[in-house]
Structures are given as C-alpha cells and as structure tokens.
C-alpha cells in the first residue's frame, strides 16, 4: 500500500544547508503528521496538522518548519541543522485529528533518511 | 502520563515457531492500541488495531487482544516465517487535543531458517 509518499527517501546535507522534505497523502485525510525516528530512541511526534492548520508542535526546535499548502501535502523546511538531527524523518496521515471523529489510525509513509554532516 | 512498554529485544526465532512480544500500557481514559511493523529500510505499516477492550486485532496470522485488566496488548503468531523479521511497535492512540500516537521503544525480531 502507497497512501503516504515521501521524497527525497535518502538527504545528506550541511550544517549549513537549507532542504525541504516533501510527503505526498492519497488516502483523502484530512489530518497529517511529522515523526522523528532516531536511532535506539522511540518514535517523537514532530507536528500535526489538521485540515491545513498545525494543531500540535511538540517543543520542536525552529531550525524545523513545517508547513501544510492543502490537505494532501505536507513539507518540512530545513536550516541550520545539527549532526544530531541525523534521523528517520517519518510522515502520517489519518481520516482526522479531532477527537471523536472518524479514525485515529495512522497510515505511514517509508520516511526521509536525513545525515547531516 | 501516557506509556508503552514493550520487551526488549533482539528476539530471535526459529522459523515455525511460536511469538510473542509482550506489550503493556498506562493511559488516562480509553486508549485504541496499534501494533506496527518496519521492515529494513522501510516505514511503519499498520498490522493490526484493536480499539476496545476485550477487542482482538489480526491480520497476516498475528493476533493481539485488547486486555483492560492486565493493561496489555500482546502480540502473537502461531508460526513466524523468515519474512517476518523486522521491527515491530506497539502503540496507543490518546485523544487530547488531537490525535497521538504514544509508541514503544520497539522489538526486533529475527527468523532463521
């Protein structure tokens, strides 16, 4: 199943760089979601978006910055990383991201492997 | 607070035989719970869910209960097969203001033939 695309699937990049990721849903959700997946760490919640709006930023640092152009399309722009950002950077979507609405079930994308150097 | 506790692994299994991974949960009200898998280079992709108690979640031979009394949400198959090693998560849904999903630290299985 391809609901969830994500491009680039591999980014190496500066510490100096500015790069986007993009995750593409198909799945006609109305919600979508940044992960971070580090090495020996649990999945974090980066972001939520629902129906265009950020409804959750988990104490991300500003150097990430998302931003979500129309229900089907998610970005996250990257500046002045660190090597410590170094990670899995996983998209989601659901059918919503209120509570009570339709579905909580979160179908992924293969994520963005990011090194920074 | 809202927690997922799975084993540790690696486990490491011979082809055919029996799994379990164990999995347990502290949530403040009626939590949905998930169970993952990432195969090597690849995202997570939903295996099964069940989104109330007593609830029994299956899909491609692995099956997990929803046990409210024990907290838990174990995950079993009769007879692993070498194509399913990977890593897999288990998970909560919390309604807050939104939507989250609270993962484990995952496990990794290992078959050998």
């Known amino acids: 199943e391809t609901g969830v695309t994500q491009t680039p699937r591999h980014l190496v990049m500066g510490m100096t760089n500015k790069k986007s990721l993009k995750c593409e849903q198909h799945?006609?959700?109305?919600?979508m979601y940044w992960y971070k997946q580090s090495a020996k760490k649990p999945l974090e919640l980066m972001f939520v978006?629902?129906?265009?709006?950020?409804?959750e930023n988990n104490s991300v640092p500003s150097r990430f910055s998302p931003e979500c152009p129309n229900s089907s399309h998610l970005f996250l722009h990257l500046h002045t990383l660190q090597p410590e950002d170094s990670a899995l950077y996983l998209c989601?979507?659901?059918?919503?991201?209120?509570?009570?609405?339709?579905?909580?079930?979160?179908?992924f994308g293969p994520g963005t492997r990011l090194t920074v150097l | 607070g809202n927690s997922v506790t799975q084993m540790e692994g690696p486990v490491t299994l011979s082809e055919e035989a029996f799994l379990t991974i164990n999995c347990t949960y502290t949530?403040?009200?009626?939590?949905?719970l998930f169970w993952y898998v990432q195969y090597p280079g690849e995202g997570l992709q939903l295996l099964l869910k069940?989104?109330?108690?007593?609830d029994k979640g299956s899909n491609k031979g692995f099956e997990a209960t929803y046990r409210k009394e024990t907290t838990s949400f174990h995950l079993e198959k009769g007879s692993v097969q070498v194509s399913d090693s990977a890593v897999y998560f288990c998970?909560?849904?919390?309604?807050?203001?939104?939507?989250?999903?609270?993962f484990g630290s995952g496990t990794r299985l290992l078959v050998r033939p």
């Open positions: 989601a979507s659901s059918q919503d991201a209120h509570p009570g609405g339709a579905g909580d079930t979160q179908y």
């Open positions: 799945l006609g959700h109305n919600a």
């Open positions: 978006y629902s129906l265009e709006e950020r409804v």
């Open positions: 949530a403040t009200g009626y939590p949905s």
């Open positions: 069940a989104t109330k108690a007593d």
């Open positions: 998970a909560l849904s919390v309604q807050d203001s939104s939507y989250k999903l609270i």
